[in-house]
Structures are given as structure tokens and as C-alpha cells.
């Protein structure tokens, strides 16, 4: 498969509109609650004026952002400039990846350094210059008996003179951005694994008619379980191999075909020759020695049980017969004019009926929003995911010792392009993404979507005896999908009329199943030896809410039950209840969970700019859906320091320069000792008129049941929370749009129809325009490699694309 072109920006924007912004003088009306006369509800016209003739076909004009994205990821040049810079430090001792060996120096990650708050804010305020760009790089050293991973800085850029290396540590409480690695060696390790194997290639054949070599021709797979296990006391590493099936179609569903063999073995060090078998399991059962387990195998006491083998059940493509009337087209959302919404392509600033932000995109987590405005005004600095975890229980080692921190592998690099007319409308806008990594530059096309989208039932309507109003519930969607392994995840910010952003993670794809043996309390039985293996999903997000500055508290509103007597109820208690309005004022006791019933809220607000009725403006956070989640393990023997954001559904810190992010991405390289440890993020600090930084974690927990197969689907599977405002507007935000309709009528007849000016879409639509054309889908990575670097043949060495 070829690309058809390759883009060079940090994200590469095709055709967009911009809307007009509304002016300084409506946005302070606004905020006061003086609307103008018309949009109070006076009859602008009495219907609205029809469009008849085709729809708009125009190239759509672009946004201009106020200021330069200075969240915008390293270009192609800047990575390649760093790349150099950090070949020439002697020190490094640095070998080109494509040349290097598992005992060599190799840059992992060039990426832009985000910039401190307390430098940004005074430029995004227009009262401060720019803030200098730098770069952060990740360094694997290799060439040493104990490897680690060393974060480095790097700037200013672009490169000059002037920029110099430094090792960059005050992001991290560890005290240093380094990380050990136990697993340097992943090929010897294959190598040994292929002996061990060979030691019980007799057994193998006979359970699975297949071996494991560490040849492409193996139909019999076998890996680590991720987490290693490090044990502090004697420092042996440690780690439990599964066997499994190849999957033998397209499907993928390796993750659906277990055999429940598992050995586990000792890789201390980085000589082969001292690594070895510490015992092996299989259907309950223990064996301390590879001598034990063949002993056990043909002494006749030993039960097998043929694993699961590919078919119908693990395939996606429809199966039955065709549902009534199925095969007629579906209704379809079009979009009758050019987009409603704006981007500007080089800064990648987005604009849409007043709100306003800036997108930025990294390997790590993906996209992310900065500095969200609402009618001109701040209400978030910066809003995105910090990691997504998977963690996994069962009676066996294979799925016991499985708990996944997914930054590790890195969403970015898993954002595929979307399917157009499927995951998104096929009026969409799409963005192509791109990142550096191992000094290769991955492009990914038509990675992000951004649409508008009719919800399908208003977001506010009223009916009176001769009045009825309604106002449809447009709203803004930007969304993708990283897919990471078996699993899909669906991302999505949505932006409504009300002033509320709406977050949201789906999960679809192939369960990781278990082994059916010995483990119905962890689980269904699903499939011949297939089982619903139990987990669950936490993913946490970093909100920082700015509300009229950064001087902010906590508030939480609680619905209480509660019995009162009064003045007028002659004595006679009342039950009854009430709302109790209380601050959260230290760190000490701001990890939260949700209440029961949803009885309770959670606000930043500002205490010194109460509004006219002395009420304190802000913006609240609850969940959406049921099915927001923190992790059900307490202390996990896995995962153990690395999660300590996963205990509850919220928490509030002090936000501060040295606490940019929850998590470190390499954290699952030593989960007891991780890089940042967020438990050391709640150190007794105030949270009265403070800037403060909320975290809360979506997700669900998974008991796979038969529904499951082939694959999990988004309807159930799904977790949001939104952010809203209290108390921040004078009056609702949704009458700004003139998307609304008001119908006055006496008994059987209509007296006035009010449509605000609205045109209805009558034009005339080629509903050809609603079929995506899916032939030059490109799904996959297009790579440039930066080091060695020519550019007269950037693809020397390389495979121009590499499909999923």
C-alpha cells in the first residue's frame, strides 16, 4: 500500500470554515445577563427564509488563531535539528537506531517540552512575550550492566549556540527522570524462551500440535506478562509466559485463543546463561520444575484440553440472516453547508459558536485542549487524558500477572486513520497526526475528526397552554481512536450551547480472554475454553479549570436527606431534604469518590467574584454515565506505586509548575519505583483560592460475558463526565443559539411560528456526498527516517507504509 502524499507540519489541517466572532460588546452583555431584545425571544420573522437552490460546494475559508499554539507538538524540522544536536554530544554516546544492538545508546522519544503554566499564562493573558521552545528527550542506555532510561532537556530552539543538554528532573518527585529497565534484552529473551520451549517440545505438540521456535513460521506464540515482577529484597526479576494459539485469518484473534500453559522464568540480569525455568501451570495446577511438569504430563494423571481454534465466533463480519428491512439505507446525518466551525491550520486553533482552543497531540496520550475560552473568556487551561489502564484478575498466572499501563505503548502511535461515513460522519473534517520516535517521523492520516452533530432531541424545550418552544441540541465533536492491542479506544470531547464540555472513552475490540479452567469466580464461561476474563478500565484525566483567573476553591454541593420542624408545620417534623454547601479546603481531603445516589457535586469556583446575587461562579464536574470507575484491587501487587491516581474518582491538588502530569510513561518498567508517584502529589496544601487541578478517571468495569463475542461493542461499553457551568452565567448560555423554534397557538390553530432568522435546508443534495469513498484508506504509518538522515531519499532503509 503507497501514501499518497506526507505531511511535514505537526498536524496537517484539510478544508475548514470559520465562524464569525461574536463581539466584545455581546460577550460582556452576555456575561451580565443584558441579551440583546432579539435573541430575548422578539419574532425577528415570522418564519425563516428557505434556501432553494443547491447546497454550498465553496472551499471553506480558515480560522485565525489570536495568538501562536505554543502546545503544538516539535516540527518535522525541529525533531530532526534535535536529533542531530543529540548525536553531536559525545557524552551520549549515542548509535542510530536502525544500526543499534540491544547493548547500544539509542534516542527513544524527541517531543516537545510543554511549556510551564507560570510561563505560558502571561502570554496567553497578552501580557508576557512568548515562552522559549524546548525539547525533551527520552535516551535509552543500553551499553551498561544495568540499562535505564535518562529524560533530558534540550533547547532553546530552534537549535543554535545557544542550546545546550541538561537532565531534566523537576518534573519527576523521584528527584530524577530515570528509569531502569529489567527487559533490555527482548530478543535473547525470545531465544530462551525458544529453548525452554524446545525442552517440552514433545508435550507441546501433543497438547497443541504446534511449538514455539521464535520463528515467523510459529503458529504457537508465547510472551511476558506485562508487568514484570521485581522483587525489592533480592532484586530477582521475574515473569510468568502464556502460550497461545496464532490466529489464522484477519481478524486478530489472538486474544480470544489462550491454551492456559504457563511458565514462569527468571531473567535477572543481562546474561542468558544464569536466566531459568522457575516452575510452570496448567489447569490449576503447580509445577515447581520442568521435570515436574513432563512427570506430571505422562505419569496419567495429567487432563489437557484442546484450546479454541479460529472461526465464525471470533469473526467480525455478519453472520445470521439479514434482519427485517436492513438492507434498506439508514437514515444519515449530511451537512446541507459549508462547516460551522473554524480551524486555523498552522497554529491547529479551533473555533466554534464561542468556544475556542487550541489542540495539542503527543506518543504518549494523544490528543489533548488548551486553553479553552467560552465567549471570550478562560475557563480551562488544559484538558486530556494521562493514561489508560487495564487491569486483569484470574485464578491462573497468565491473567493474574496482567495489568496494563497503555501510556507505555503510547496512544499517539496508535491512532490510526478513522474510517470516514463510520467512526465519524462522512462530512467531517479530518486532521492527519504525526510524531518522532526512535528517530523516525510516523504520519498518520486523517487521525482526528471534527464535526457538528444533531443529538437527536433538544437541549431545552418548554410547553405552556398555548406556547411550545424547543431548541435543537447541535453540538461539536472532536474525537479518535487509538486502537492498543485487542483493545479500541474511542476518545471524544463534545462542546454544547450550555457552556458544557462533555468527556468521553468508549472501548470496543477483542476481550483479552482466559483460559477456561478452574477460575468461575473470575469470569463467564464463553466459549468452548474460552472465559470472560474480568478487568478493569481506568483512564485518568488532567483538568485544569481557570474560573475568572487562577484563584480558585473547591466546592461540594450535597443533596442530604434530612428532617426539620418548621415555624408553619405546627410542630409536626417534616421530612424532607437539603442542600449542604461545604468547601474541600485541603489536599489532605481531596481524593473523592462519587457519591451514592449521585448525591453529590463537585465545583472550582472563585470566592472573590461572587455574582450579583451573591452566588460563586464555576464550572462543576460529575459523571454522565454510570460507568465511570476507579480500580476495584486495593493495593495492586502489580501495578503497586504507578497507580496511585487509580483509587478514586477524583481528586483536587495545588496545580505547580513540577507536577505537569499524573504519570510517567515508562512507569511499567518499575512499578514500585515509578518516576512520578502521584500519591506524593497531596502533601497537606491549601485549596482555598488556590490554582487547582482536578483529576478524575473514567472507565467501567468488564465482566466479559457471551455478548462479547466477537468483540466488546461502544453502547455499554462507555464512560462520561461532564464539566458544566454553576452559577457562571446569569442565565442559560443556549439562548444565544437562533437554532430554536417557538409556536404560538389557541386550541387547534397556529397563531405565529418564530424561527429567529434560521434557514431551513431545503437546497437540493447529492446524497452521493454521504458515501465515503473507503478505497484510498490508508490506515497505517507512513515513516520518514530522521537519522541517518538524506534528504534527497527520506525513505532510504524504509518501508514506506507499515498497516496495522
Known amino acids: 500500500m503507497k501514501m499518497k502524499g506526507l505531511s511535514l507540519g505537526p498536524l496537517a489541517i484539510g478544508g475548514f470554515s470559520i465562524i464569525a466572532a461574536a463581539s466584545p460588546t455581546y460577550m460582556k452583555n452576555f456575561m451580565h445577563g443584558t441579551l440583546p431584545v432579539a435573541l430575548k425571544g422578539s419574532v425577528l420573522q415570522t418564519s425563516g427564509q428557505n434556501s432553494t437552490g443547491s447546497c454550498s460546494s465553496g472551499t471553506a475559508s480558515t480560522a485565525k488563531a489570536p495568538l501562536q499554539n505554543i502546545f503544538a507538538a516539535l516540527t518535522a524540522d525541529e525533531a530532526a535539528?534535535?536529533?542531530?544536536?543529540?548525536?553531536?554530544?559525545?557524552?551520549?554516546?549515542?548509535?542510530?537506531?536502525?544500526?543499534?544492538?540491544?547493548?547500544?545508546?539509542?534516542?527513544?522519544?524527541?517531543?516537545?517540552?510543554?511549556?510551564?503554566?507560570?510561563?505560558?499564562?502571561?502570554?496567553?493573558?497578552?501580557?508576557?512575550?512568548?515562552?522559549?521552545?524546548?525539547?525533551?528527550?527520552?535516551?535509552?542506555?543500553?551499553?551498561?550492566?544495568?540499562?535505564?532510561?535518562?529524560?533530558?532537556?534540550?533547547?532553546?530552539?530552534?537549535?543554535?549556540?545557544?542550546?545546550?543538554?541538561?537532565?531534566?528532573?523537576?518534573?519527576?518527585?523521584?528527584?530524577?527522570?530515570?528509569?531502569?529497565?529489567?527487559?533490555?534484552?527482548?530478543e535473547a529473551y525470545q531465544q530462551f524462551l525458544a529453548n525452554v520451549s524446545a525442552s517440552v517440545e514433545d508435550i507441546l505438540i501433543e497438547m497443541f500440535n504446534a511449538t514455539y521456535s521464535n520463528s515467523l513460521e510459529d503458529t504457537l506464540f508465547i510472551g511476558p506478562s506485562d508487568p514484570l515482577w521485581i522483587d525489592d529484597d533480592t532484586g530477582a526479576v521475574t515473569t510468568w509466559n502464556e502460550y497461545n494459539p496464532a490466529p489464522t485469518d484477519i481478524f486478530n484473534t489472538g486474544s480470544l485463543l489462550r491454551t492456559g500453559l504457563a511458565v514462569r522464568t527468571d531473567l535477572t540480569g543481562r546474561n542468558p546463561s544464569k536466566w531459568s525455568v522457575l516452575g510452570w501451570y496448567y489447569n490449576g495446577e503447580f509445577y515447581k520444575t520442568t521435570e515436574d511438569f513432563r512427570s506430571a504430563f505422562y505419569n496419567g494423571t495429567f487432563e489437557f484440553f484442546k484450546p479454541g481454534v479460529d472461526g465464525d465466533w471470533g469473526a467480525t463480519?455478519?453472520?445470521?440472516?439479514?434482519?427485517?428491512?436492513?438492507?434498506?439505507?439508514?437514515?444519515?446525518?449530511?451537512?446541507?453547508?459549508?462547516?460551522r466551525f473554524g480551524v486555523d491550520n498552522e497554529e491547529t486553533y479551533i473555533e466554534w459558536m464561542g468556544f475556542s482552543f487550541f489542540l495539542g497531540f503527543t506518543r504518549d496520550t494523544g490528543m489533548r485542549l488548551f486553553d479553552i475560552k467560552y465567549n471570550g473568556e478562560r475557563i480551562v487551561y488544559e484538558l486530556g487524558m494521562q493514561e489508560a489502564m487495564a487491569h486483569y484478575a484470574g485464578s491462573g498466572p497468565g491473567q493474574s500477572s496482567l495489568s496494563f499501563l497503555d501510556s507505555y505503548y503510547g496512544f499517539g502511535p496508535n491512532a490510526f486513520e478513522l474510517v470516514n461515513g463510520y467512526d465519524c460522519p462522512a462530512y467531517a473534517t479530518y486532521l492527519d497526526t504525526s510524531?518522532?520516535?526512535?528517530?523516525?517521523?510516523?504520519?498518520?492520516?486523517?487521525?482526528?475528526?471534527?464535526?457538528?452533530?444533531?443529538?437527536?432531541?433538544?437541549?431545552?424545550?418548554?410547553?405552556?397552554?398555548?406556547?411550545?418552544?424547543?431548541?435543537?441540541?447541535?453540538?461539536?465533536?472532536?474525537?479518535?481512536?487509538?486502537?492498543?492491542?485487542?483493545y479500541d479506544y474511542l476518545f471524544e470531547y463534545a462542546f454544547f450551547h450550555d457552556g458544557s464540555?462533555?468527556?468521553?472513552?468508549?472501548a470496543s475490540g477483542y476481550i483479552a480472554a482466559a483460559f477456561w479452567a478452574k477460575n468461575e469466580d473470575y469470569g463467564f464461561h464463553i466459549h468452548?475454553?474460552?472465559?470472560?476474563?474480568?478487568?478493569?478500565?481506568?483512564?485518568?484525566?488532567?483538568?485544569?479549570?481557570?474560573?475568572?483567573?487562577?484563584?480558585?476553591?473547591?466546592?461540594?454541593?450535597?443533596?442530604?436527606?434530612?428532617?426539620?420542624?418548621?415555624?408553619?408545620?405546627?410542630?409536626?417534623?417534616?421530612?424532607?431534604?437539603?442542600?449542604?454547601?461545604?468547601?474541600?479546603?485541603?489536599?489532605?481531603?481531596?481524593?473523592?469518590?462519587?457519591?451514592?445516589?449521585?448525591?453529590?457535586?463537585?465545583?472550582?469556583?472563585?470566592?472573590?467574584?461572587?455574582?450579583?446575587?451573591?452566588?460563586?461562579?464555576?464550572?462543576?464536574?460529575?459523571?454522565?454515565?454510570?460507568?465511570?470507575?476507579?480500580?476495584?484491587?486495593?493495593n495492586s501487587t502489580n501495578l503497586k506505586n504507578s497507580i496511585n491516581w487509580a483509587s478514586h474518582h477524583l481528586y483536587a491538588v495545588q496545580q505547580k509548575d513540577t507536577e505537569p502530569r499524573s504519570v510517567y510513561a515508562f512507569s511499567s518498567l518499575d512499578t514500585a519505583h515509578p518516576v512520578v508517584d502521584f500519591g506524593k502529589f497531596f502533601d497537606g496544601e491549601s485549596l482555598v483560592q488556590e490554582d487547582i487541578v482536578i483529576y478524575f478517571n473514567l472507565g467501567m468495569h468488564h465482566v466479559p460475558d457471551t455478548q462479547d463475542l466477537p468483540n466488546t461493542v461502544f453502547s455499554h461499553a462507555q464512560?462520561?463526565?461532564?464539566?458544566?457551568?454553576?452559577?457562571?452565567?446569569?442565565?442559560?448560555?443556549?439562548?444565544?443559539?437562533?437554532?430554536?423554534?417557538?409556536?404560538?397557538?389557541?386550541?387547534?390553530?397556529?397563531?405565529?411560528?418564530?424561527?429567529?432568522?434560521?434557514?431551513?435546508?431545503?437546497?437540493?443534495y447529492d446524497m452521493s456526498n454521504t458515501i465515503a469513498n473507503l478505497s484510498n484508506y490508508e490506515g497505517g504509518d507512513l515513516i520518514m527516517r530522521k537519522w541517518p538522515y538524506d534528504p534527497s531519499n527520506p525513505f532510504f532503509g524504509m518501508t514506506e507504509v507499515e498497516t496495522i
Open 501 to 506: 464540555i462533555h468527556v468521553t472513552v468508549r
Open 528 to 634: 468452548d475454553t474460552v472465559s470472560g476474563s474480568m478487568h478493569d478500565h481506568v483512564l485518568n484525566y488532567k483538568l485544569d479549570l481557570d474560573i475568572h483567573g487562577t484563584k480558585n476553591s473547591l466546592m461540594k454541593l450535597e443533596v442530604i436527606p434530612t428532617t426539620e420542624i418548621y415555624p408553619w408545620s405546627a410542630g409536626v417534623p417534616r421530612n424532607t431534604m437539603k442542600v449542604n454547601k461545604t468547601f474541600i479546603e485541603s489536599e489532605d481531603d481531596s481524593k473523592i469518590n462519587w457519591a451514592p445516589n449521585n448525591a453529590a457535586t463537585y465545583a472550582i469556583v472563585n470566592k472573590d467574584t461572587p455574582n450579583k446575587w451573591g452566588e460563586y461562579p464555576g464550572y462543576k464536574i460529575a459523571p454522565v454515565t454510570a460507568s465511570t470507575a476507579h480500580l476495584t484491587i486495593v
Open 317 to 339: 463480519s455478519p453472520s445470521g440472516p439479514v434482519l427485517p428491512h436492513d438492507d434498506t439505507p439508514p437514515p444519515v446525518s449530511v451537512q446541507p453547508a459549508d462547516p
Open 81 to 186: 535539528a534535535v536529533t542531530k544536536f543529540l548525536h553531536q554530544q559525545p557524552e551520549l554516546n549515542l548509535t542510530a537506531n536502525a544500526n543499534a544492538t540491544s547493548w547500544d545508546n539509542v534516542i527513544v522519544l524527541v517531543e516537545l517540552l510543554q511549556p510551564n503554566k507560570s510561563d505560558a499564562l502571561p502570554y496567553l493573558n497578552g501580557d508576557g512575550e512568548i515562552p522559549r521552545r524546548y525539547s525533551s528527550a527520552t535516551i535509552q542506555f543500553q551499553a551498561t550492566e544495568e540499562p535505564y532510561l535518562q529524560e533530558y532537556i534540550i533547547g532553546p530552539l530552534p537549535v543554535s549556540n545557544e542550546t545546550t543538554l541538561e537532565s531534566l528532573n523537576y518534573p519527576f518527585n523521584k528527584g530524577v527522570g530515570k528509569q531502569r529497565i529489567f527487559n533490555a534484552d527482548a
Open 435 to 486: 510524531f518522532y520516535w526512535r528517530e523516525e517521523r510516523h504520519s498518520h492520516k486523517n487521525s482526528i475528526c471534527i464535526f457538528e452533530h444533531d443529538a437527536g432531541y433538544p437541549i431545552a424545550r418548554h410547553s405552556a397552554n398555548n406556547y411550545v418552544y424547543t431548541t435543537k441540541n447541535i453540538h461539536l465533536v472532536v474525537r479518535s481512536v487509538s486502537t492498543l492491542g485487542n
Open 719 to 764: 464512560s462520561t463526565v461532564a464539566i458544566s457551568p454553576q452559577n457562571y452565567y446569569l442565565q442559560n448560555p443556549v439562548r444565544q443559539t437562533v437554532q430554536q423554534i417557538e409556536i404560538d397557538y389557541d386550541l387547534d390553530t397556529v397563531l405565529n411560528i418564530k424561527k429567529f432568522g434560521v434557514q431551513d435546508a431545503v437546497c437540493s
